[in-house]
């Protein structure tokens, strides 16, 4: 089933639902808003599990997108400020692209397409880390996701599958769902409760509040992990110092800028200097004379430096954990993929050039000893 | 509050942030009902996977209002145990797969062999 063409029909009629639903809030109260379209969509999403008649599944479509559009509408509602501008546009149509291929992941029959589908998803999901400005996570999901895990799924679904002895071609087990209602009402509940958790009027304001009480320390935090990068941190102050030489020298000024020689360090060892959120550094001049200069927000280091520097100097531990689990799972899949030989205790000592651990005549042998 | 942090804190920022809650709650939601009503086993597995990413955007998320990379860190821990668990839960299904020659996850409702 496509969703572009009842996506258009009701992307056109999206607005009375909305404005109704709008009216009826003052009677209902704004949290019953956000259950009843996760209803509707959840109902949708029983009819879209289910195979059926085309024009049944077009019209549970429809109603899911339906449900959808009211869940975007009382959410950007709810962030607040002015009308959604041209920000909004890009999570909405990454978010939708997500959603649908995560339904349809869901609901296709054939297991090759839903791994394809599941790619949709990651792509979209990476494009919604973009819009988030984690950079280094959206195209390592890509890279580990698409690239790695779905590959190795769809190796998987090569050598799993079964020769299509029936004409329609997907198997039974594939095409029926097992207790469709029952599972999307768990999924509703699920919904429901993370909707009413994530959107209720105290989490709006909690996370307002932690977004302005974070926002300079945010700052502060990415300046100083400059510090403990002695070699990036010269290059940045070189930058800086460039950037203010070329503000302040008159205009037939050909000379270069200053060279930095050192970034001078307090006593306790750091060099970045916080204002407000305003950074600054003291150097030495190749000259020898010292300066202190502002460093422009353009000159913070990226996304993947952050990352870098957190990952070893906050989460040392995590980091050594996740690599016992990598080499876990490397021993666990050559376990079960290596070919099983049963031999026994006492066959394998022997193979070792040991002597057997049982007496002759004695029950040795295969599992004697465990 | 001035300059840049003044623009950290923009008004489509917060839409977005909500925006990708929205979608990592349906993305949950879509797994979990994958998960329980699905039969194929690779199936199920993927529809982990999913509630894995749903996780995962959900830290993002988290991390850009706190302003905060440790949700990023968070996700790379998110990602190696996806991993991890792609390569051992495919290499069970594989072998689970020679004993019935099936892939419906019904086969195996007993718990035992034969």
Not at chain 1, 212 to 226: C, I
Not at chain 1, 336 to 352: N, V
Request: glycine share 8%; hydrophobic share 55%; with cysteine.
């Amino acid at each position: 089933m496509d969703f572009a063409i009842p996506s258009l029909a009701i992307l056109s009629t999206m607005t009375p639902p909305a404005a109704l639903l709008a009216q009826a809030e003052g009677a209902v109260g704004s949290g019953l808003v956000l259950t009843i379209a996760c209803a509707i969509t959840a109902i949708a999403l029983v009819f879209l599990m289910r195979p059926g008649p085309t024009g049944l599944r077009i019209a549970a479509t429809v109603g899911g997108l339906a449900g959808f559009a009211i869940l975007v509408v009382e959410v950007l509602k709810r962030a607040g400020g002015e009308e959604a501008s041209l920000g909004t546009v890009f999570p909405l149509v990454f978010g939708f692209t997500a959603l649908a291929g995560a339904v349809r992941m869901v609901t296709h029959p054939r297991p090759v397409f839903a791994a394809l589908y599941f790619i949709l998803v990651v792509i979209a999901t990476a494009a919604m880390f973009l819009v988030l400005g984690a950079e280094f996570m959206a195209f390592a999901l890509i890279i580990v996701y698409a690239g790695a895990i779905l590959i190795t799924y769809m190796f998987v679904l090569m050598l799993a599958q079964q020769s299509p002895v029936e004409s329609e071609g997907a198997a039974w087990y594939d095409r029926v769902p097992r207790e469709a209602g029952s599972a999307v009402l768990i999924g509703f509940v699920v919904l429901a409760t993370l909707s009413e958790a994530y959107f209720s009027k105290s989490a709006q304001s909690f996370r307002a509040d932690a977004a302005e009480r974070t926002a300079v320390d945010g700052m502060a935090n990415a300046w100083q992990r400059l510090d403990g990068m002695p070699k990036l941190l010269l290059e940045t102050s070189q930058k800086a110092v460039a950037i203010d030489w070329a503000k302040t020298r008159a205009k037939d000024d050909k000379s270069p800028a200053p060279k930095v020689a050192e970034v001078v360090r307090d006593a306790r060892g750091k060099a970045i200097r916080m204002m407000d959120d305003e950074a600054s550094v003291e150097v030495r001049l190749a000259d020898g004379s010292a300066r202190s200069v502002l460093l422009p927000p353009e000159l913070v280091p990226d996304n993947s430096r952050q990352i870098g520097v957190d990952l070893v100097s906050k989460y040392p531990a995590g980091l050594e954990i996740a690599g016992v689990v990598l080499l876990m799972a490397l021993f666990g899949a050559v376990v079960l993929a290596r070919k099983q030989i049963e031999l026994g205790e006492d066959e394998r000592r022997e193979l070792a050039g040991m002597r057997r651990l049982t007496v002759d005549g004695e029950s040795g042998g295969s599992g004697g000893l465990r | 509050m001035n300059g840049i942090a003044h623009t950290l804190l923009a008004n489509s920022d917060a839409q977005a942030v909500n925006l990708a809650l929205l979608m990592s709650a349906l993305l949950f939601a879509c797994g979990l009902v994958g998960f329980l009503s699905r039969r194929n086993m690779i199936i199920m597995f993927l529809c982990t996977e999913l509630m894995f990413q749903a996780a995962a955007l959900a830290m993002i998320a988290f991390g850009k209002v706190h302003h905060d990379v440790s949700g990023q860190v968070f996700v790379i821990f998110i990602l190696t145990v996806a991993a991890a668990e792609a390569a051992l839960a495919l290499g069970l299904i594989v072998l689970l797969y020679r004993r019935r020659e099936t892939l419906d996850s019904e086969a195996w409702s007993e718990l035992k062999e034969a």
